[in-house]
């Protein structure tokens, strides 16, 4: 078997270890969370008394907020801590001797998580959308689908090099935990999971969407829902393709520079 | 007295910590800013679309905002480094040397660590709050705001409790992720006017995990009209869920298996 499948075995039996955990946290968090959200978007609907707000109906504002939080957990991966952790204790010394590049193997557990939720999205998203819309599933529905979960698997390597870069001050800081947290909140709300972009004002949009989070959480999510032109979804994938590089070498500086910092032993 | 004297004890080391990681100190204290500024630009953009939200208007949303904001500044400031630690005492058995201590063990892991930065971030709350208060166009009293700011300190400390019983089953289950992932998912259920909860989810979001009430009750008792039987509702589910933690915690205390957990 060779070392990205043993990886990727690995980190799956850790995801399902802890059964108890994994179930609180699929149901509980996911499930609670529409619920608050379609409840606060129902009074709005309500005393508006409209059927729609800002492009939405009531059901297709609810798989917007199944699929957006949905979308951040698999850009978020194996969440924080993933690699400061290892620098701060001196962890990283193991990757002298083992055969693996540590960044690809960093990468390969953080996708694994990532990969592992972008299933339940699915499966989530299926279901919601046969019990909220009342029109039959079509066979575009299935590709856009397949479609965005294609997209968001690519954007989750983004975000892996997003948080990379918030992760990697742990060779000069003692605790970047943090930078990790207001990375996502800057990402959740610029990138439209708390939300949908087209409630914000046009001024904000127009800077928004050319920045990553935007193209990595609403792009996707619009792409699914069907909300999205093919020019609009391109432009958005576009911009996520054009982020990647920049991002990457970004990651690639900051891991040699800090490297020249490291001193092997927990601080 | 003794414990009063214990916990000034706590402070002072505290601070003095708190000043030897400088940088993380700041970095904390910017996150708090921004989970503010992203609360706030939510709020300000949902108005944008409706004139009403569960029967408040944007001022009324707004002190009720700001509300939320100080009560997760002041548990950050008193209770969460402390609430983070307490599942990782259980799980690795650290909690042995506070077991043995001559001191409430639930004082002592609960309020060992005062979070400085958030202390700077709390008066951060607190001018934002002022702030919501002074732009509000609904008229009150001197003691109807003395009256919110004692249901703002109640909701606070049941936000404490529900934490803590969302902590201890770490007894049971060894890791105490799961369910503090779902407890700060939960957040989100302080965080909306109790009023758009219906059905089966208001009674869950009131009775059974009522974090509806930590700010929400209060906010809607100080706005009028406050009836008896709101009021009565907070104080009986704050009381239930205060001695449901306790006896958990003894339950838990019970199955603690020390460094083996």
Not at chain 1, 46 to 66: A, K, R
Not at chain 1, 124 to 138: C, H, M, Q, S, V
Request: proline share 4%.
């Amino acid at each position: 078997m060779s070392w990205p499948v043993r990886v990727v075995s690995t980190e799956l039996r850790k995801i399902i270890a802890y059964r108890s955990d994994f179930w609180v946290n699929f149901l509980g968090q996911t499930l609670i969370q529409l619920f608050i959200a379609r409840a606060l978007w129902q009074s709005i609907f309500e005393s508006n008394g409209q059927t729609e707000i800002g492009g939405f109906t009531l059901g297709q504002m609810t798989l917007y907020y199944l699929l957006a939080p949905l979308t951040m957990k698999i850009l978020m991966g194996e969440n924080i801590g993933f690699l400061s952790r290892e620098i701060y204790d001196g962890g990283l010394n193991r990757y002298l001797v083992w055969p693996l590049p540590p960044l690809g193997y960093k990468l390969l557990t953080y996708l694994t998580y990532s990969g592992f939720y972008l299933l339940q999205l699915a499966l989530l998203y299926t279901l919601g959308r046969l019990a909220l819309d009342a029109r039959p599933y079509e066979l575009s529905e299935f590709l856009r689908l397949l479609a965005g979960v294609g997209y968001v698997f690519i954007a989750a390597i983004g975000y892996f090099c997003l948080m990379c870069l918030c992760e990697m001050v742990a060779f000069w800081a003692d605790n970047t935990w943090t930078l990790g947290v207001m990375l996502r909140f800057v990402a959740a709300f610029l990138g439209g999971a708390f939300l949908p972009l087209s409630f914000f004002p046009e001024a904000a949009r127009n800077i928004i969407e050319y920045l990553p989070f935007a193209a990595f959480i609403s792009g996707p999510v619009n792409l699914i829902l069907g909300r999205s032109t093919p020019a609009e979804a391109l432009q958005s994938f576009a911009v996520m393709l054009a982020w990647l590089p920049v991002l990457g070498l970004a990651v690639k500086a900051l891991w040699k520079k800090g490297n020249l910092q490291y001193t092997g032993v927990g601080m | 007295m003794r414990y009063l004297r214990l916990y000034l004890h706590f402070l002072r080391f505290s601070f003095s910590r708190a000043m030897e990681f400088r940088l993380d100190f700041f970095f904390k204290i910017i996150m708090d800013c921004m989970f503010y500024v992203v609360n706030l630009g939510f709020y300000k953009i949902l108005f944008l679309t409706t004139p009403m939200l569960a029967g408040w208007s944007e001022d009324q949303t707004m002190v009720f905002v700001s509300s939320y904001l100080l009560v997760d500044a002041l548990h950050m400031t008193v209770f969460a480094s402390n609430m983070w630690w307490l599942p990782y005492y259980v799980n690795r058995g650290d909690l042995d040397s506070y077991l043995i201590r001559p001191v409430s063990t639930l004082f002592f892991i609960s309020l060992r660590d005062f979070a400085a930065n958030s202390f700077v971030n709390l008066l951060i709350a607190l001018t934002i709050f002022v702030s919501a208060l002074a732009n509000l166009q609904t008229p009150y009293t001197t003691g109807q705001l003395l009256f919110y700011l004692g249901c703002i300190l109640n909701g606070w400390l049941l936000h404490y409790v529900l934490q803590m019983i969302f902590i201890i089953p770490v007894f049971w289950t060894q890791s105490g992720k799961g369910f503090n992932d779902f407890f700060f998912s939960m957040g989100m259920a302080i965080e909306r006017p109790d009023l758009v909860y219906r059905g089966v989810l208001r009674w869950v979001l009131t009775l059974i995990l009522p974090f509806a009430l930590i700010v929400s009750f209060p906010a809607r008792l100080f706005f009028g009209p406050a009836t008896p039987n709101l009021f009565l509702h907070l104080v009986a589910v704050t009381l239930g869920m205060w001695g449901l933690m306790l006896w958990l915690w003894r339950k838990g205390l019970r199955a603690y298996s020390s460094a083996s957990s």
